[in-house]
C-alpha cells in the first residue's frame, strides 16, 4: 500500500509537530484538541493492517480489497472547489479529530473535509462491477474518481456503496472524497457530539470513521438480505435483494449447524427478478439465548441455467423471538424465546480516548463485550451511536443481547425548544426536510442492522432529545419491524406508544408500573463515579450522579444499587440498564476507566451481585401501601413532639389526619398532595404484618428533603436527597430491618425536614419473595 507506516512512530512524530506549529484549515479549538490518553492498543494500529475484519459479516464474498490506512487530507472553506494540494497524511478509518487519526483537527461546519487516495483499476478482473463500500462517514458525503462525481450521501451512522465500474480505468484512479459536517450546529442525527465538549456531550466526530472498502461483483448478484426467525414455526424467513437479474436463475439456499447441513431449498428466477423471498423448516430447531447463542451458518447461491454459479455469499443466523408476555403475577414482561428474561445491561457508549467514535483494534472493541459478559450483565444498550457490522457479529457469537438507539440530533443552541422537557406535553415541531432526513436515517440503520438476533429492542428515541411525533416514529417503526420490541422514548416523556413504559432515575433505582400492553424498563439508573487518578482524560470537572473518591464506598454504593433491584422485579420491572460500561471524557461513572486499563469493581464480586435478578420472578407482598396511585392516610403535626413520638404506644389521637403525598409546591410528577409549607414534618402511621419477611423494601419520593424512618421505635434509615432529577418514585433495600418488625401491629414514624416550598415526600414498605417459596 501506498505511503504505509507503522502508526507509532507516525503518531509521535505527528504530536510534536502539532505541539510547535500552528494548526491552520480553521480556528481550532485548542482546549478541545488538548486533551490526549492512550489504550494498551494505540500502539498496535499498523497503517498496513488496520481494522482487517471482513466489514459485512452477514453478507460475505471471499474477495474483497480494504482501502484503510494511509490517505492524504486537506482542510478547505466550503466556498472552494477540489483541491489541488493536500495537507498532509491521515489514517482512515479514525476521525480527523482523533489521536489515531494523526491528525487531531476540527472541521466544523464552515470547512470541508477532503481525503485522496490512489485505486487501482483492474478491468480484467472476473468481476463486471466494483462497488465502493464505506462503513459509516459522519455526515455529509461526496465521491469523485478522477475528477468526476460518483454520489453523494446524508447520515453518519449507515453503510453506502457505489457502482464505480464505468469510473475506473485500468492503473492508478484517484478517489477525492469530501466531508462536512455541521455537529450540533445542525439538526441531523450526530448521538453526543457537540462543538462545546462538556458534562454528558462529547468531542466531534468528523468524516470517515469506518472501513472503506470494494469488492468486484458479476453482472447478476446478491446485493442484501434479510433474515427473520419464526420459533413458533420452526422456520427461517430468508428475503433478498438481487440486481435486475439478465436472464433466468436458481437460487440455492443451505443452511448449516457445525458443518452440517439441515435445509435447503432450490428457487427458480425468471430473466429480470430483483427479489426473493422463501422460508426453510428447520425440524430439529436449536434456540439462540445469552447462554446458549447458538448460531446456523448459511449459504446463498446464485446459478446460471447451465447451473454455474454466478453469485456466492455466506451468512448466518440465530433462531430466537422476542415479544410481550404475562409472567406469574399478571405482569407484562418482555419475553425470550416465549419465557420472562431479565434484561440487565449496561448504558454502552461506545467511544475511545484515542479514537473516539472508533476502537482502535477489533480486539479492543470486543474487550468491552467481554468484560460485560464477565461482569455478568446480558445486554448493552448501545446508545446513541451505530457500531460497526462487526460489534454485532461478536454480540452475536458471545450471546450479549443489544438495545439499538437511533442517534439523535438537534441544535444544542436552539435546546429550549428542540430538546423536549421531561413534563412536556408537546412534542417538538421537527421541521419536514429535517424530519425526512431523520426517517432516512433510522430506516438505513434498521435495515442495516435487521439479520443480527442480538438485536431485541429498538430505541427511536432517547429522552427529549430532538423528540418529534413520538407516536408515529414508534408506530412506524414497529410496522417496519414487527420482530423487535420498540421503546420510544427511553425516558422523560413518555407518550403511551412503544411496547414498554422507560424511566430515567438517577441514581434510583425506580420504575412506572406495567401496563396491559407494554413491560415496564429502567432505561438508566446509578451512574456511581469513582474518579481514578492517572486514567482520566482531563483536569476539569469529573463527575457522576454521585461520585466517590473512596474504592470502598464507592463498592459498597454499587452493591447496594444492584441489592435494591431485586425488589423491583417484584413490581414487574423487565429491564435495567446501569450507566455505565466506560467512563466517558468528563464523566468517571464508568465500571472502567476511559482508556480501560482499571476495572473499577471486581468482575467475579459483580457478577455474584447480579445473578440474583435472574433467578425466577419474585412476588411483591405491600406491606404499608404508598401514594403514588392511591391516597393513604397519615397521622401529621408540624409542632415537634416528645421524645417518645416514634415509640408504638405513644398517643397520637391529637394529630392531624392527612392523605399523602406531601409537597411544598406544584409537582407535576406527584398525584393530587397534602400542603406542607416545609420546615419539619412529623408522621405516624400503623400497619399489619401476618409473617416477619426475609426482604424488606421502601418505596419512596423524597427530593430536596431529609427524612428519618423509624419502626417501633428503631431508628431504620436515614434518607436525603441523593442528587439526580426526580421523576419517578426511588426504591431501597431495608436489609436487616426486618429483625425490627413484629407479627401483628406496627407502627413507622417518619420526621420529614426541607426548605420552604421545596420538599415533598411519600413512602411506602413492601416484601418481595420468589414465587414458590
Known amino acids: 500500500m501506498k505511503n504505509a507506516y507503522r502508526l507509532t512512530g507516525f503518531l509521535q512524530a505527528c504530536i510534536i509537530f502539532l505541539g510547535l506549529q500552528p494548526l491552520y484549515g480553521q480556528e481550532q479549538n485548542e482546549e478541545l484538541l488538548s486533551y490526549e490518553m492512550k489504550t494498551r492498543w494505540t500502539d498496535q494500529v499498523d497503517g498496513d493492517n488496520v481494522w482487517s475484519g471482513y466489514p459485512r459479516p452477514q453478507l460475505q464474498r471471499e474477495q474483497w480489497t480494504n482501502l484503510n490506512g494511509t490517505w492524504d487530507y486537506v482542510i478547505s472553506p466550503r466556498k472552494s472547489g477540489q483541491p489541488d494540494h493536500f495537507e498532509g497524511e491521515v489514517m482512515v478509518p479514525f476521525p480527523i479529530e482523533s489521536t489515531l487519526s494523526g491528525v487531531k483537527k476540527t472541521i466544523g461546519s464552515d470547512h470541508y473535509l477532503w481525503y485522496r487516495r490512489n485505486l487501482t483499476g483492474d478491468p480484467s478482473g472476473t468481476g463486471q462491477h466494483t462497488l465502493l463500500h464505506f462503513g459509516a462517514v459522519d455526515w455529509e458525503t461526496v465521491v469523485y474518481i478522477n475528477g468526476e462525481k460518483v454520489g453523494e450521501h446524508r447520515g453518519g451512522y449507515d453503510p453506502f456503496s457505489f457502482d464505480i465500474s464505468a469510473y475506473i480505468h485500468e492503473g492508478d484512479n484517484e478517489l477525492l472524497v469530501r466531508v462536512s459536517d455541521p455537529t450540533d450546529e445542525g439538526m441531523q442525527a450526530r448521538g453526543k457530539q457537540v462543538s462545546d465538549p462538556k458534562g454528558i456531550w462529547y468531542t466531534p466526530v468528523t468524516g470517515i470513521w469506518q472501513t472503506v472498502w470494494m469488492e468486484q461483483v458479476p453482472q447478476d448478484y446478491i446485493k442484501a438480505l434479510f433474515i427473520t426467525p419464526d420459533i413458533d414455526h420452526k422456520t427461517v424467513k430468508i428475503e433478498a435483494e438481487l440486481s435486475a437479474l439478465s436472464s433466468d436463475h436458481v437460487v440455492e439456499i443451505t443452511a448449516f449447524t457445525e458443518g452440517i447441513e439441515v435445509a435447503k431449498r432450490a428457487i427458480a428466477l425468471g430473466a429480470k427478478s430483483a427479489y426473493f423471498s422463501t422460508s426453510l423448516p428447520l425440524k430439529e430447531m436449536v434456540l439462540w439465548s445469552p447462554d446458549h447463542p447458538h448460531l446456523y451458518d448459511l449459504q446463498i447461491s446464485l446459478k446460471d441455467t447451465n447451473g454455474a454459479i454466478t453469485d456466492e455469499v455466506e451468512s448466518y443466523f440465530g433462531m430466537r423471538k422476542v415479544s410481550l408476555g404475562k409472567d406469574g403475577n399478571g405482569y407484562s414482561r418482555i419475553m425470550l424465546n416465549n419465557e420472562p428474561l431479565f434484561q440487565f445491561g449496561l448504558l454502552d457508549q461506545g467511544w475511545w480516548p484515542d479514537g473516539l467514535y472508533t476502537a482502535p483494534t477489533e480486539e479492543a472493541m470486543v474487550y468491552d463485550i467481554k468484560m460485560t459478559k464477565e461482569m455478568g450483565f446480558n445486554m448493552l444498550r448501545k446508545h446513541v451511536k451505530v457500531e460497526p457490522a462487526r460489534f454485532y457479529y461478536h454480540c452475536d457469537q458471545m450471546g450479549m443481547l443489544v438495545w439499538q438507539d437511533m442517534p439523535s440530533g438537534f441544535i444544542s443552541k436552539e435546546k429550549d425548544t428542540q430538546h423536549v422537557k421531561h413534563d412536556a406535553q408537546q412534542d417538538w415541531k421537527r421541521p419536514l426536510e429535517s424530519a425526512v432526513q431523520f426517517e432516512a436515517e433510522l430506516k438505513a440503520m434498521i435495515d442495516n442492522l435487521f439479520n443480527f438476533p442480538s438485536i431485541l429492542v429498538w430505541v427511536p428515541l432517547n429522552e427529549g432529545w430532538g423528540q418529534y411525533e413520538t407516536e408515529k416514529l414508534a408506530t412506524w417503526t414497529k410496522q ?54 492517572n486514567h482520566l482524560w482531563w483536569n476539569k470537572r469529573n463527575w ?23 425488589g423491583l422485579i417484584s413490581w414487574g420491572l423487565s429491564a435495567a440498564i446501569y450507566t455505565q460500561t ?19 469493581l471486581d468482575p467475579s464480586k459483580v457478577r455474584e451481585w447480579i445473578a440474583p435478578l435472574y433467578q425466577p420472578w419474585w412476588k411483591k407482598h405491600a406491606l404499608l401501601p404508598d401514594s403514588e396511585h392511591k391516597p393513604s392516610d397519615w397521622k ?41 409549607k416545609g420546615g419539619e414534618l412529623y408522621l405516624r402511621r400503623d400497619f399489619h404484618v401476618q409473617a416477619v419477611p426475609n426482604k424488606l423494601y421502601l418505596k419512596y419520593y423524597a427530593p430536596k428533603s431529609k427524612a428519618v424512618l423509624y419502626i417501633n421505635g428503631e431508628l431504620v434509615r436515614t434518607l436525603e436527597d441523593g442528587g439526580g432529577r426526580k421523576r419517578h418514585y426511588t426504591h431501597i433495600s431495608l436489609e436487616g430491618a426486618e429483625k425490627f418488625l413484629k407479627t401483628g401491629k406496627n407502627v413507622i414514624a417518619v420526621r420529614v425536614s426541607a426548605d420552604p416550598g421545596e420538599g415533598a415526600f411519600d413512602m411506602g414498605l413492601y416484601s418481595s419473595d420468589m414465587i414458590g417459596q
Not at 411496547?499 to 433505582?509: A, E, S
Not at 466506560?582 to 473499577?600: A, F, I, Q, S
Open 582 to 600: 466506560t467512563d466517558v471524557e468528563g464523566e468517571v461513572n464508568g465500571l472502567m476507566t476511559y482508556d480501560r486499563e482499571v476495572v473499577k
Open 480 to 533: 417496519y419491524d414487527p420482530s423487535r420490541l420498540v421503546d420510544a422514548p427511553s425516558g422523560w416523556a413518555d407518550r403511551k406508544v412503544g411496547d414498554m413504559i422507560d424511566v430515567h432515575l438517577y441514581p434510583g433505582p425506580g420504575m412506572e408500573l406495567p401496563e396491559e400492553n407494554r413491560a415496564s424498563v429502567l432505561g438508566e439508573f446509578g451512574g456511581v463515579g469513582l474518579p481514578v487518578p
Open 636 to 676: 401529621i403535626t408540624m409542632q415537634p413532639p416528645r421524645e417518645d413520638w416514634i415509640l408504638m404506644d405513644y398517643n397520637d389521637a391529637n394529630w392531624e389526619v392527612c392523605a399523602a403525598p406531601f409537597s411544598g409546591s406544584a409537582n407535576p410528577f406527584l398525584p393530587p398532595s397534602s400542603a406542607w
Open 544 to 566: 457522576g450522579y454521585l461520585t466517590y473518591e473512596d474504592k470502598a464506598v464507592y463498592e459498597k454504593e454499587f452493591q447496594a444499587i444492584i441489592k435494591n433491584l431485586e
